[in-house]
C-alpha cells in the first residue's frame, strides 16, 4: 500500500487553521472543504482520460477527457464534509455510502447503515472519512468494499494516526491513503494526538 502525505504551504496554512479549538464551525466546514479539494486533486491525479477534440470558438482543440468510473465513498457523518469538494471536482462521479460509528467508551466501530452500488470491480473508488485514528472505521468500509470486488480504492483522509494506517494497510494491502497530516499516535480514547477533535462533532457544531 502506498501512503501520500501531502505538503504543500497552502496546505499547511489551512491545517494549522482546521486544528486551532478557537475555530468556529462555519470556518472549520469552509477549511475542511478545501483540503478536500487538494486531497481530490493528489488522490485522482493518474486516471485515465482519453483524447478527444472539441470546437473553441476559433478552431479544433485537442482535449483530454475523464474515461474512468468513479465512485465516492463517504463514511457517514463526517465524510459528508469531504463530499462537496470531490463532487465539484468530478461531477460524473456516482456515490455510495457507509454509516459508521465508533462506540465511544470502547472506540469499536458499528456499520448503521450502507448503500454503495453492488459491482465496483470496474470503479475507482475513493473512501472519504478524515479521521483514521485505531483504523477499526476505514477497515470495515473496505471489508465493505471488498464485498463489492472492489479492486482500485483509495483511502482519503484529513488526519491519521500510525495505528490506523497499519490497520488500513492489513485490511486493505491494495488501497492507497492520501493524508494531509500524519500525526503522533493516539490518546486514552483513542483521540488523535494532537490531531484536531472530534472532526463530526466540529463540522455540525453538535
Ligand atoms: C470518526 C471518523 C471516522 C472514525 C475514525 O467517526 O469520522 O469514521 O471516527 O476512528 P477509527 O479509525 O478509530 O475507527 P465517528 O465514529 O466519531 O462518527 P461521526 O462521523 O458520526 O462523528
Ligand atoms: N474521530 C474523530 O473525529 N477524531 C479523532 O481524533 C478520532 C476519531
Known amino acids: 500500500m502506498g501512503i501520500h502525505v501531502l505538503d ?15 475555530t468556529p464551525c462555519d470556518d472549520f466546514r469552509m477549511l475542511a472543504y478545501r483540503i478536500s ?12 482520460s482519453v483524447e478527444g477534440t472539441v470546437e473553441t470558438p476559433l478552431e479544433t482543440a485537442a482535449v483530454r477527457r475523464l474515461s474512468a468510473r468513479v465512485v465516492a465513498v463517504p463514511v457517514l457523518r463526517a465524510g459528508l464534509g469531504m463530499l462537496g469538494a470531490f463532487l465539484d471536482l468530478v461531477p460524473s ?9 465508533r462506540d465511544e467508551a470502547t472506540a469499536v ?5 450502507e448503500k454503495v452500488p453492488a459491482d465496483l470491480s470496474d470503479a475507482f473508488v475513493f473512501l472519504l472519512d478524515p479521521m483514521l485514528a485505531t483504523g477499526g ?7 465493505g468494499l471488498r464485498e463489492r470486488r472492489a479492486g482500485r480504492v483509495r483511502f482519503l483522509s484529513i488526519v491519521a494516526a500510525p495505528e490506523g494506517v497499519a490497520r488500513l494497510v492489513e485490511a486493505a494491502p491494495g488501497a492507497e491513503i492520501f493524508t494531509a497530516a500524519l500525526d503522533r499516535g493516539l490518546d486514552e480514547q ?3 494526538l494532537p490531531g ?11
Open 8 to 22: 504543500h504551504p497552502l496546505l499547511h496554512e489551512t491545517m494549522a487553521r482546521l486544528r486551532d479549538r478557537d
Open 93 to 101: 462521479a456516482q456515490v455510495g455510502y457507509f454509516g459508521l460509528e
Open 196 to 206: 484536531l477533535g472530534d472532526f463530526g462533532d466540529r463540522l455540525y457544531c453538535t
Open 137 to 143: 472505521s476505514a477497515a470495515m468500509a473496505a471489508e
Open 109 to 113: 466501530a458499528r456499520c448503521y447503515y
Open 37 to 48: 479539494l487538494l486531497l481530490t486533486l493528489e488522490g485522482t491525479r493518474d486516471l485515465p
Open 190 to 192: 483513542k483521540y488523535i
